[in-house]
């Protein structure tokens, strides 16, 4: 029997109820369980394709093309699992199959309301996907985790909260424990702790039918004395079931936290579980305990541009963000990410804003490594195109995550084939050299879910061997990444741009699309059209970000020669010092 967290949240939204519950996730993981998680979004939209990345953040997307609310990328690195579309419910979701069904007759001429049909369709899908196998082990999650987005009291999360009162029920008490996350604000000069309003949120959730079996108190400093024994006494939970998490160093200190004020004990009470943990589980403790360490105490400072157009809104890049810290943590490395807006970089700001031009040159140049993320639309693509420029000629170390392989491959045609129009035909239709077109696997019409999206395979080519990212990826003739795309490389351009010196290490089954690219005779100029930023892990950086970060700190050539022999002895890279903190992340 599956067993249910169900995660409310109080007073605001954004108070941190994804950290708190994907670090609940993990600490069951430390104890041999296997963890799910179900993220509810209760907007009308079928799903986050969507969302604008400046409204909404960044849309992350799954192994089966599933783009979702950028939580389950949290999930997925915390719990180390492989989540499904499924795992992300959205109200938009649940009323069509409730009007699909209606459609096809199957309520029987009944009248269709919110109450029953919605609610039960909530807990079947909830009751289904918390089933389904995340980790490859083929076996059912021991725990669920469902995160319910919003704040209780809000109109559209109602019917999701009237479906948990009812879950209860159906899945029996014991299997069954509520998480309520919520804020406890400062007032005053003095800066005084105020527990009202969870007093209020908690009363709320009770006259919905819900009652808290913890409740997590969120502050940016930690908890006054009395603040803790208030909230249970006059919330109705035993001082034990009360936690504080405040504003910490970062987010891996959280499990920590939760760890030291007992939440397993109180967990597996509830539950009835004494699970046997074993080593593996136990060890991962360990290295979570190694990776928060390391966040506090760095041996040098890496500084990366990243040079994006959604950067107002830092959520945008997310998991570009969170993978680049991965690297960076695992080479002991402090992380500084100079934002760049990209079309500051552009010759007519020098006119309008010379301040902004000026800044964001300063930072462009100044920094040891430059990314360019993900983006749609042609709005600041010359700024990144001169970034690239900056990059290739000056040596500096480079990635580009699929628009930004787009834009090397525009900065490559124009600077050095000498096709001075080259464009992309996404923001230029009538470009007499259209080095990146539209590939025509999906509909130009519908915007929804048509792109090319999720898991496919990206084959190295036959002459890669030796290139840097082919040995970053440990040699692998064949590896998986998810897409999210509609335009890619034009084909007749690639023999004219591969004589200039570019190469397309990495194609697909059938060597049509370009899908890496990497330029010799350079530190690091690499670009893939996938985006490797979502199968990133904090115990487990993805390969090409941990190329960006060694390059940019001048490792890389140490790294790949010891990747060299330690193949050629059959063991484990080492990199001087660092090797012990790689080998964290190989026993990942
Ligand atoms: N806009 C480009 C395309 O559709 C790049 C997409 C992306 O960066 N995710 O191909």
């Known amino acids: 029997m599956v067993k249910y967290i169900i995660v409310t949240g109080g007073v605001i939204s954004g ?44 849309v992350f997307v799954l192994d089966d093309g599933g783009e979702v609310d950028l939580d389950l990328g949290n999930y997925e690195r915390f719990l180390d699992v492989t989540l499904t579309r499924d795992n992300n419910i959205t109200t938009g979701k649940i009323y069509r199959d409730v009007i699909e069904r209606e459609r096809k007759g199957d309520y ?84 005084e702790q ?58 891996y200190h959280v499990p920590l936290l939760l760890h030291q004020q007992g939440i397993i004990d109180v967990i597996e009470e509830k539950f009835n579980i004494k699970p046997i943990p074993n080593p593996a589980a136990q060890a991962l403790f360990t290295k979570w305990k190694q990776l928060a360490d390391r966040n506090t105490r760095y041996d040098d400072v890496v500084t990366i541009a990243l040079v994006g157009k ?133 509909s130009k019409t519908h915007l ?3 792109m090319r999206l999720g898991d496919r395979p990206t084959i190295f080519t036959d002459g890669s061997t030796n290139s840097i990212t082919r040995r970053l990826y440990d040699g692998a003739g064949e590896i998986h990444e998810r897409h999210r795309h509609r335009y890619e490389v034009n084909p007749e351009f690639i023999e004219q741009i591969e004589n200039k010196g570019l190469s397309f290490i990495g194609r697909d089954e059938k060597g049509e699309r370009m899908i890496v690219l990497e330029l010799p005779d350079h530190p690091y100029f690499v670009a893939t059209q996938f985006h490797p930023e979502y199968k990133t892990r904090p115990l487990g950086p993805r390969p090409v970000f941990l190329g960006l970060i060694l390059a940019a700190s001048g490792l890389l050539p140490e790294y790949l020669e010891s990747l060299k022999t330690s193949k050629a002895a059959g063991s484990k890279p080492k990199l001087g010092r660092y090797q012990s903190v790689l080998s964290v992340n190989e026993e990942n």
Not at 22 to 42: A, C, E, H, M, Q
Not at 134 to 163: K, M, R, W
Not at 318 to 324: C, D, N, P, Q
């Open 15 to 58: 108070v941190g109820k994804g950290i708190i519950a994907s670090s609940t996730g993990l600490l069951l993981r430390t104890r041999g369980l296997r963890v799910t998680s179900i993220k509810i979004d209760p907007y009308l939209n079928i799903d986050a394709g969507t969302l604008s990345p400046l409204d909404h953040g960044e």
């Open 108 to 191: 029987l001429g009944k009248t269709v309301q919110v109450v029953p049909h919605i609610t039960n369709a909530i807990q079947d899908w909830v009751e289904r996907v918390g089933k389904i196998c995340v980790d490859g082990s083929g076996q059912e999650p021991d725990v669920c985790i469902v995160e319910l987005g919003g704040t209780v009291g809000d109109i559209e999360s109602a019917p999701f909260i009237e479906a948990m009162r009812q879950f209860q029920f159906r899945v029996g008490h014991e299997n069954f424990f509520l998480i309520h996350v919520s804020l406890i604000p400062v007032v005053g000069s003095v800066g």
């Open 194 to 251: 105020k527990t009202k309003p969870t007093q209020a949120s908690v009363r709320d959730l009770r006259g919905l039918g819900l009652s808290p079996d913890l409740i997590v108190c969120r502050s940016t400093k930690p908890l006054e004395e009395g603040i803790q024994g208030k909230i249970s006494m006059f919330c109705h939970v035993s001082p034990k079931n009360v936690m504080a998490v405040h504003d910490c160093k970062s987010i």
């Open 310 to 442: 959604y950067t107002d809104l830092h959520d945008s890049y997310i998991s570009v963000v969170k993978s680049l810290e991965h690297a960076s943590l695992s080479l002991s490395r402090k992380l500084t990410i100079e934002w760049i807006e990209s079309s500051d970089l552009e010759a007519s700001v020098q006119q309008t804003d010379p301040v902004k031009y000026h800044n964001a040159w300063k930072n462009l140049v100044s920094a040891k490594g430059i990314l360019v993320p993900g983006g749609f639309g042609g709005r600041g693509t010359e700024g990144m195109i001169i970034a690239a420029k900056w990059a290739r000629e000056n040596k500096i170390p480079y990635l580009g995550i699929c628009l930004g392989l787009q834009i090397a491959v525009i900065e490559f045609a124009r600077n050095v084939c000498g096709i001075t129009d080259a464009d992309s035909a996404e923001w230029n239709e009538t470009t007499p050299n259209p080095v990146v077109i539209f590939m025509p696997e999906i």
């Open 448 to 450: 929804g879910g048509t």
